[in-house]
């Protein structure tokens, strides 16, 4: 089955700098990639998603990459602010009907210090 | 977007009795919904694929005689922890979507202490 690998677990940021996490795959068969946030005591809330057809994606301070090669995609946060604190969570699926679900990564706890 | 909501968000029951969390999509219909179990500062972990008029797949190592699945409609499916003991204390928390490839919604969790 798919492996999701998610680094780093926690990430420690000022505000307005930015913030990278990396995610890496094992099942060449993905091809959506979602990232999900979630706030202390809330459900997860998709923020942005990439599907394999495409390399980047942005989204006013956040982007996602994806490699299919190398099987690896990135969570950018630009310009953070003390409201991104959250855990992030990359995710790998495929389109492949009735056998469709998502694996996630471990998560990230993103702190953005004032 | 779509509306996914579980019920109830907290449930405290003794050893040895069951406990039953519904999760329902409000405004759309999901022939798959999918359960997860998510331990403090941890992952989400997928515990089984529920599937409309059908058995639910259940992941390696998680008990179908424990955690029981149920998908009658199209926008329910519950799960059932059977003779809960403290070791089955958690946060279960649900998802769904409209179609493979698509956005998962999750419902708000369930919290459920078993004393």
């Known amino acids: 089955g798919e492996n999701v690998e998610q680094h780093p677990s926690t990430l420690s940021v000022q505000e307005g700098d930015s913030a990278v996490i990396k995610c890496t795959y094992s099942d060449s068969a993905s091809n959506y990639f979602p990232w999900y946030k979630q706030e202390l005591g809330k459900r997860p809330q998709l923020i942005i998603d990439?599907?394999?057809?495409?390399g980047e994606k942005k989204d006013q301070r956040i982007a996602v990459t994806l490699n299919k090669t190398a099987k690896h995609f990135s969570l950018h946060i630009t310009e953070t602010q003390p409201e991104d604190s959250a855990v992030y969570f990359c995710?790998?699926?495929?389109?492949?009907?009735?056998?469709?679900?998502?694996?996630f990564g471990k998560g990230t706890l993103l702190t953005v210090n004032p | 977007g779509a509306v996914v909501s579980q019920h109830p968000s907290r449930v405290i029951c003794k050893s040895g009795t069951s406990v039953k969390i519904e999760c329902r999509s409000l405004?759309?219909?999901?022939?798959?919904m999918f359960w997860y179990r998510q331990f403090p500062k941890q992952s989400l972990m997928l515990m089984a694929t529920?599937?409309?008029?059908?058995?639910?797949?259940?992941e390696q190592g998680v008990e179908k005689d424990k955690f029981l699945i149920n998908h009658a409609s199209l926008t329910l499916s519950t799960l059932t922890v059977t003779s809960a003991h403290p070791e089955d204390s958690s946060f279960y928390i649900c998802?769904?979507?409209?179609?493979?490839?698509?956005?998962?919604?999750f419902g708000q969790g369930t919290r459920l202490t078993v004393v």
């Open positions: 998802s769904a979507g409209q179609g493979a490839g698509t956005e998962a919604f």
């Open positions: 995710a790998a699926g495929w389109d492949g009907g009735s056998n469709y679900k998502l694996t």
């Open positions: 990439i599907r394999s057809n495409v």
């Open positions: 529920s599937n409309e008029g059908s058995k639910a797949t259940y």
């Open positions: 405004d759309f219909q999901a022939t798959t």
